[in-house]
């Protein structure tokens, strides 16, 4: 992806749902070539959602936001709904809110986990308690394999150069191993290099067996503002596997995690 020109947020009047529209608003910022477009899915169909509601939201936030909300009404399941709506609208990025869970183990798998792993574009997932709208510092979580793609790093670039922020790529040594050193990390050195251009700001190994638990701590640390992953281009061959990584960070991160596809 070499630019962002059109966001999708689910759109449900929670919370939730709120904090993502506040924080895709906050993304665009004042440039006016981004259109956001809110995706209201239900059972009941168009009649479902009366027209003054949705105009509320319009008003609410149209101080902040210098175009008007879109808004697509579709019936059926949640993340089928969503996937039709990124496929036929074209959209660049989808921002969704989440309430993550306070279980342990991650064995709760939400509508916007599923959607991560479903959609075939970027998914920016916003916990239900992040307020305001910063991106200085991003963390990049690779593991010790080489990337599939790495075009898909272009995502990390287009977000990078928006908000002009550093990235710091980071992976967790859960386990023994030649982290660093192997010919597959030396090729994804000079991917990075090349595609993160100047806002590639260094790269860190940590060692813990718990991979969420490495990367939550070293994002509390660091006072992060995202944490960017990869969950089908890169492949995971450790554990957790790279549907219960992505399934996990977006069930418990208190700052948002953006999937890169």
Known sequence: MDKISTILVPFDFSDSAERALEYAIGFVGQDDNVKIILAHVSDQGASSLPSDKMEKIREKYNKAY?????????????????????????????????YGTNKEGGEVQTNTSKL??????????????????????????????????????????????????????????NKPGDYGYSEAEAKNEKAMAYYLEN??????????????????????????????????????????????LTQMLTLHSKVPVLAVD
Request: proline residues 3%; aromatic residues 6%; hydrophobic residues 40%.
């Open 66 to 98: 210098k175009n008007k909300l879109e808004w697509t009404i579709r019936s059926g399941t949640l993340i089928e709904a969503l996937v039709e709506i990124q496929k036929t609208s074209h959209i660049d990025l989808i921002i969704m809110g989440t």
């Open 116 to 173: 991560v792993l479903e959609a075939d574009c970027p998914v920016l997932v916003v916990p239900r308690n992040h307020k305001g709208f910063h991106l200085k510092n991003i963390a990049l979580v690779l593991g010790n394999e080489e990337i599939d793609n790495i075009e898909d790093l272009s995502t990390m670039l287009e977000v990078a150069r928006r908000f002009n922020a550093r990235v710091h790529v980071v992976t967790i040594e």
């Open 199 to 244: 806002f590639y700001a260094e790269r860190v190994f940590l060692k813990n067996k718990d991979v969420v638990d490495g990367i939550l701590t070293y994002a509390s640390k660091r006072d992060l503002d995202l944490i960017a992953i990869l969950p089908r281009n890169h492949t995971l061959h450790s554990e957790p596997s790279e549907g219960q």
